[in-house]
């Protein structure tokens, strides 16, 4: 259906915000016509100036707050409102965590066709400085280095050394990496030519240890005078325990390459989990806050309800983080995943931790399932954590011909929890629990973890 309302481009009209988007921003009807306006909260009266007019919407800008919400604030960061990391620094953390939890509920409605109530929302302790990693596009002009982060859909760096949400730590790297920069006459990588070495600064933090990792992604196979980077990494930064060099010849906007080189120190950093040691590498996969990362693995956990007889199968393993940290309460730990240098990553987190009755196989999930088969395994508990797209559709025929008790499934994205939640209902499953995780507060990222049981368990206490 076309809406036909007299609204063009530059027109400023007087708007109430009703609801949030997926991304954050706010959005009012104007005779109808959803507009979307960043920046703004639920039950702000506004002045809208709009920058531009589609067919079925509009999206403007903040021009006056009338009347401003119960629930806004005022924000403590001067880049939140041209960067496109945080959206919400200018609401309460309150209506943060129940607009995150509605979230999560209304896809299980809408998507999922699900009749359950989310039991809860974890919230963070923390609502700053608590990323442990960050990759920082660079541009470098006349020598000045400006590193930051991209702005709203668009590849415009907007200069911000020190981000509210990465540790003081990330910031001293940066003052190491321009000292270098000018010294050596760095040139930045260009998107549109191809040409000029640096893409972008990587750094990674173990918060329980403190260690850190400073990698510069480059254009090239080696970088000027890497012992005077070194150097003055080693000067400026607290904890730097490795320095390395990722390479990424290819003209795309992926940021890291696949070849990594360390130039100095340790080839992994080490962080704990529920008591558990872990070695991050520079391209593995790992969670970027770690107290709520505690938080989520123990609702897995909890949700796993293990006893010490069960055979659990950690399908998308990973470096094996969720599964190693429910070993030691299980029979069996088997992971798998389909990246070779992530399952050699579990098999040494494994070892590590002592941790002798886990295996990990690296395949796909039907394969794995063969695997397991002829080896006579069959899991009682199965750990889902797939990417945001979801599980794959083969998937939930391996898992149907596994036919675990339970499966846990922890989320990065409500939209594909339910549509995967619906899925396992027709093979046979029922969701009995789903709890929601802040894990990344200030920003509209949340993440939910499911309890999903087998319908021939379902008349057993959960």
Request: charge should be neutral.
């Amino acid at each position: 259906m076309v809406i036909s309302v007299e609204l063009s481009k530059n027109d400023k009209i007087e708007l109430t915000i009703d609801a949030l988007t997926s991304e954050g921003s706010g959005v009012g009807r104007y005779n109808g016509l959803a507009v979307f306006v960043r920046g703004t909260v639920p039950q702000d009266r506004i002045i809208a100036h709009i920058i531009k007019r589609s067919k079925n919407y509009a999206i403007g800008i903040i021009d006056k707050i009338l009347s401003p919400s119960p629930e806004r604030i005022e924000s403590d960061c001067p880049y939140s409102q041209k960067c496109g990391g945080c959206s919400f620094r200018h609401m309460t953390y309150e209506e943060e965590l129940r607009y995150k939890k509605n979230r999560v509920q209304e896809a299980l409605n809408r998507i999922g066709h699900l009749d359950i109530e989310v039991d809860e929302i974890i919230g963070a302790d923390e609502l700053t400085h608590y990323r442990n990693k960050a990759q920082y596009p660079v541009d470098i002009c006349d020598g000045e280095m400006f590193a930051g982060f991209y702005a709203y859909k668009s590849h415009r760096i907007i200069p911000c050394a020190d981000c509210k949400l990465q540790p003081a730590e990330f910031e001293q790297g940066l003052s190491a990496f321009a000292k270098w920069i000018e010294r050596e006459n760095i040139t930045s990588y260009n998107e549109q030519t191809g040409k000029g070495l640096l893409r972008h600064i990587y750094f990674r933090k173990g918060f329980a240890t403190g260690e850190i990792m400073a990698c510069a992604v480059v254009n090239s196979d080696s970088i000027p005078n890497s012992e005077l980077l070194v150097a003055l990494l080693r000067e400026n930064v607290d904890g730097l325990v490795s320095v390395a060099l990722n390479i990424n010849k290819e003209k795309t906007n992926v940021i890291l390459g696949s070849e990594t080189k360390i130039i100095w120190g340790e080839k992994n950093i080490r962080d704990e989990l529920l008591g558990k040691t872990f070695l991050i590498s520079p391209n593995s996969f790992y969670q970027v806050n770690h107290n709520q990362c505690e938080r989520l693995y123990a609702k897995a956990k909890e949700f796993a309800g293990l006893t010490g007889c069960e055979t659990v199968l950690d399908l998308y393993c990973g470096v094996g983080t969720i599964g190693l940290t429910m070993a030691e309460n299980a029979k069996q730990l088997v992971g798998i995943e389909i990246v070779p240098q992530a399952i050699e990553n579990a098999k040494e987190n494994a070892k590590i931790n002592h941790i002798s009755n886990a295996q990990f196989i690296c395949a796909d999930a039907p394969k794995g399932a063969e695997i397991l088969k002829k080896q006579g395994i069959k899991p009682d508990v199965i750990i889902l954590d797939p990417p945001r797209k979801g599980c794959d559709k083969a998937l939930f025929d391996t898992v149907q011909q596994l036919s675990p008790n339970r499966i846990v499934y922890v989320s990065c994205d409500s939209a594909t929890l339910a549509r995967d939640l619906a899925v396992l209902k027709e093979k046979g499953y029922e969701t009995k629990k789903v709890s929601a995780v802040d894990m990344f507060p200030r920003t509209p990222h949340v993440e939910a973890v499911a309890l999903v049981v087998h319908k021939k368990q379902t008349a057993q206490p959960v």
